[in-house]
T-cell receptor
Framework: DAGVIQSPRHEVTEMGQEVTLRCKPI?????LFWYRQTMMRGLELLIY????????DSGMPEDRFSAKMPNASFSTLKIQPSEPRDSAVYFC????????????FGQGTRLTVV | GENVEQHPSTLSVQEGDSAVIKCTYS??????FPWYKQELGKRPQLIID?????GEKKDQRIAVTLNKTAKHFSLHITETQPEDSAVYFC??????????FGAGTQVVVTP
């Protein structure tokens, strides 16, 4: 398995534009997490899914953020409209809850909103 | 929900010395405690984890201890080397699901 795959690796967009980040979890993993990392706030859990169902989205900053998981192999995190304060590295991670194993992280998407 | 506190936020050590990072958690039902290492510009990666049925676990120069009564756990790195320089994160988990991390510790190993 290639691990957790995120795209794009880098994204530069103008304020007000819609941004979509993508994630492909490791095959067979039933948990998927979206994190945001900044110097000021560290690693923040935004939302996580179990078997494609959103379980806890209490970390989503505001209504401009939304996440979906239409199937077991794909998830998106959307920001609409984007703002400069959304600039951060966004990580997706997946794990196998049945085995209670570690969470594996993707390479991350570095988002810059100008 | 679970709240994880991590200290110190930065740690500078001489090469060859030991480094210790401490974390406390709030939910007594937590039973899984992973530690992640993140090198500059890279993703966090698991380096060691411990479950609540053991008090200590060792892997070469890295060890983790757990005190369930006091609700704290620690990462110990012995004989530090420059490649140990990174940010280290702890986390505590009650049942598989909401994996939340401490604020991180920037470790700098100086030659």
């Amino acid at each position: 398995d290639a691990g957790v795959i995120q795209s794009p690796r880098h994204e530069v967009t103008e304020m007000g534009q819609e941004v979509t980040l993508r994630c492909k979890p490791i095959s067979g993993h039933d948990y998927l997490f979206w994190y945001r990392q900044t110097m000021m706030r560290g690693l923040e859990l935004l939302i996580y899914f179990n078997n494609n169902v959103p379980i806890d989205d209490s970390g989503m900053p505001e209504d401009r953020f939304s996440a979906k998981m239409p199937n077991a192999s794909f998830s998106t995190l959307k920001i609409q409209p984007s703002e400069p304060r959304d600039s951060a590295v966004y990580f997706c991670a997946s794990s196998n809850g049945q085995m209670n194993t570690e969470a594996f992280f993707g390479q991350g998407t570095r988002l810059t909103v100008v | 929900g679970e709240n994880v506190e991590q200290h110190p936020s930065t740690l500078s050590v001489q090469e060859g010395d030991s480094a210790v990072i401490k974390c406390t958690y709030s939910d007594s039902a937590s039973n899984y405690f992973p530690w992640y290492k993140q090198e500059l510009g890279k993703r966090p990666q698991l380096i060691i984890d411990i479950r609540s049925n053991v008090g200590e676990k060792k892997d070469q120069r890295i060890a983790v201890t757990l005190n369930k009564t006091a609700k704290h756990f620690s990462l110990h790195i012995t004989e530090t080397q420059p490649e140990d320089s990174a940010v280290y994160f702890c986390a505590a988990l009650k049942s598989w699901g909401k994996l939340q991390f401490g604020a991180g510790t920037q470790v700098v190993v100086t030659p």
